[in-house]
C-alpha cells in the first residue's frame, strides 16, 4: 500500500535527505584527503630510509659483497625492516628475518633494471606495511618497508569522528527542517483548517490572517478574496430566494382564490366565469415573466462556450419585433448602426426586450419609444412620468419598485436583469432622465473587432465606430414610397440603411423601417 506523506513530513525529508547527502559527500571527500596525507607522509619516511641505504651502498662502487645487509641505525623515523634482493630472486636480510618479504616479480625486475622502483603494500609478520623497492646496483635491489599500524588507526579514528559528525549533521539538519517546515508551512495549515471549517459550517464568513507579502500570502490573501466572494454569492442567493419567495407568495394566492372561486362556482354566468378566468390567464403571465425573470438573475454571466461574436443591431431589431406584437398601439422609433458584441444573443434579447416593456409600460400608451444604438451604446427612451430623483439609484435592484409605479404590474426584476447581463458582458447601465420629460435607459457595451465591410453596388460600407458600421441597404428593403424616402412604421426590421448613391457623393440617410 502507497504511504501518503504529507507536505510537512516530504518537506522535512527532502530537507534532510539533501543535508545528508552533502555531509556524506564532504565525510568521503575529508576521509580521502587525510588517508591520503598520512600514507604521504609514510612513504615519506619509507624514500628518507631508502636514501640512507643508497648512499652505504655508493662506499662499495657498484661492488657489494654477497649477503650485504644494510644497517638498521641511520635513517629518519623508526624503521624495521630493510632487506636486499637479487635478480635471481635471492634474499639479503639480517639472521632471523629471511622469509619475512618475498620479493614478487616486479620487484626482482627492479633488481634486474627493467623496471623503476615502486610502493606496494604487503604483510610482513602479521603486520601491514608501506613497501618501497628501488634498485641500488646493477642486479641489486633494496625494499625498505615501514608499518602502517599507527597509520591505519589514525584513519580509522578520522573515518569514526567524520562518520558521528555526518549523523549529528543530519539530525540536526531534520531538526532545523521541521521547525522550518512548522514555521513556514503555519499560514498553510491556518488556510486548510480555515477551509475545513468553512466545509464544516457552510458558513464562509472565517478569513485567514495575512501577515507575510511572499507566496503563502498571496495565496492566503486570495483564499480570502475567494471566501468574500462566496460570501456574496451566498448572500445574493439567500436574499434571491427570499425575495422571489415574497414576491411568488402574492400571485400564487390569488391564483389559488381564483381557481377556488371557479371551483366553488361552477354554474357561475359566462361573463363572470370569462372574466375570473382572465384574471387567472394574466396571474399566470405575470408568475411566467417573475419565474423567468429570476432565472435570468439565478444565470449569471454566461460561460465562455455560450460567447460568440453578436450583431447587437440584429438582437435588437427582433427585440423589436417582439414588443410590436405584445404593444402594438406603441410607437416605436428606432435607429440602429450595426455593432458587434461578443456575449451570448439569447441573454442581450432578453435585456433589450425588458428596456423595451420597461418604456412601453411606464410611457404613453401611444409612446413613441425611442430606441438609439450606436458604437456599442442603446439607448431607450420613453415619454412618461420619469423617475424622482430619489428612485434613480435603486431602480436597478432586485424587486425594487418606486411608489408611483406600485399599482403597475410587475415583479420589480426587469431593470436587475438587463444589469445583471450588462455587467456579466463587461459593460455598464444607468437610468437618466430625458431633458423633456421621461427616462432614458442606456446600456453601453465593448463592441468587438470590425465587422467585415459589405459592398453595395461595388462601393464600400463606411465604419461608424470600432465594432460598428453602417448596414448597407438590401434589395427589397426599400420601404414605401421609393427609395429613399423615409416612411416610419413600414418594415419587418428596424435598420439603419446607408443610401450612398441618392445623387451627390456622401449624401447619407437613414430611413426608418417599422411594421
Not at 369 to 393: F, K, M, N, S, W
Amino acid at each position: 500500500m502507497r504511504v501518503r506523506l504529507t507536505l510537512k513530513a516530504r518537506f522535512i525529508l527532502v530537507a534532510g535527505g539533501a543535508v545528508a547527502a552533502v555531509a556524506l559527500a564532504i565525510t568521503a571527500v575529508a576521509f580521502l584527503a587525510i588517508r591520503t596525507d598520512l600514507q604521504s607522509q609514510v612513504r615519506q619516511e619509507v624514500a628518507a630510509r631508502a636514501d640512507s641505504v643508497r648512499h652505504q651502498a655508493a662506499q662499495y662502487h657498484g661492488h657489494i659483497p654477497d649477503d650485504w645487509v644494510p644497517s638498521h641505525s641511520a635513517g629518519v623515523g623508526i624503521l624495521t625492516y630493510t632487506q636486499v634482493i637479487t635478480e635471481t630472486g635471492v634474499v639479503w636480510a639480517p639472521a632471523g628475518d629471511l622469509g619475512l618479504l618475498t620479493p614478487s616479480a616486479a620487484a626482482l625486475g627492479v633488481a634486474a633494471g627493467q623496471g623503476d622502483s615502486f610502493y606496494s603494500v604487503a604483510r610482513i609478520n602479521g603486520v601491514s606495511a608501506e613497501v618501497l623497492t628501488e634498485q641500488i646496483a646493477p642486479g641489486l635491489a633494496i625494499q625498505v618497508a615501514d608499518p602502517l599500524t599507527a597509520t591505519d588507526q589514525e584513519v580509522a579514528a578520522v573515518g569514526t569522528t567524520l562518520a558521528v559528525l555526518s549523523v549529528v549533521g543530519v539530525l540536526v539538519a531534520t531538526l532545523l527542517g521541521w521547525a522550518v517546515a512548522r514555521a513556514g508551512l503555519a499560514p498553510v495549515t491556518r488556510l486548510a483548517s480555515v477551509a475545513e471549517e468553512v466545509t464544516l459550517t457552510g458558513d464562509p464568513g472565517r478569513r485567514v490572517e495575512v501577515s507575510r507579502r511572499d507566496e503563502l500570502g498571496r495565496l492566503a490573501t486570495s483564499f480570502n478574496a475567494m471566501l468574500s466572494a462566496l460570501q456574496r454569492s451566498l448572500d445574493a442567493q439567500r436574499r434571491l430566494v427570499s425575495d422571489a419567495s415574497h414576491e411568488l407568495r402574492t400571485p400564487l394566492a390569488s391564483l389559488r382564490l381564483n381557481a377556488d372561486l371557479l371551483a366553488a362556482h361552477p354554474d357561475m354566468p359566462a361573463a363572470e366565469r370569462a372574466e375570473v378566468l382572465d384574471r387567472v390567464t394574466g396571474q399566470a403571465a405575470e408568475l411566467s415573466r417573475l419565474v423567468a425573470s429570476v432565472t435570468d438573475l439565478a444565470r449569471g454571466e454566461p460561460p465562455p462556450k455560450d460567447q460568440s461574436r453578436v450583431r447587437l443591431d440584429t438582437v435588437t431589431s427582433e427585440a423589436l419585433d417582439a414588443a410590436r406584437r405584445d404593444w402594438p398601439k406603441t410607437e416605436f422609433d428606432a435607429d440602429l448602426v450595426a455593432c458587434t458584441v461578443d456575449g451570448s444573443a439569447d441573454r442581450l434579447r432578453v435585456a433589450v426586450r425588458n428596456l423595451l416593456d420597461n418604456a412601453a409600460k411606464f410611457g404613453p400608451p401611444e409612446g413613441p419609444v425611442e430606441v438609439r444604438l450606436a458604437a456599442g451604446q442603446l439607448t431607450v427612451r420613453d415619454h412618461g412620468p420619469g423617475i424622482a430623483p430619489d428612485d434613480l439609484p435603486f431602480v436597478f435592484d432586485r424587486f425594487y419598485r418606486a411608489l408611483s409605479s406600485r399599482s403597475a404590474p410587475g415583479s420589480g426584476l426587469g431593470l436587475a436583469v438587463v444589469r445583471e447581463i450588462a455587467f456579466g458582458h463587461g459593460g455598464e447601465v444607468a437610468a437618466e432622465p430625458a431633458r423633456s420629460g421621461g427616462t432614458v435607459m442606456r446600456v453601453t457595451l465593448p463592441t468587438s473587432a470590425q465587422v467585415p465591410d459589405r459592398l453595395v453596388g461595388g462601393q464600400g460600407v463606411d465604419a461608424v465606430g470600432p465594432g460598428c458600421l453602417e448596414e448597407a441597404d438590401q434589395p427589397g428593403d426599400q420601404g414605401i414610397g421609393g427609395r429613399g424616402e423615409a416612411v416610419p412604421g413600414r418594415a419587418r426590421r428596424d435598420r439603419a440603411v446607408e443610401v450612398g448613391d441618392l445623387g451627390a457623393p456622401g449624401v447619407h440617410q437613414v430611413l426608418q423601417h417599422g411594421r
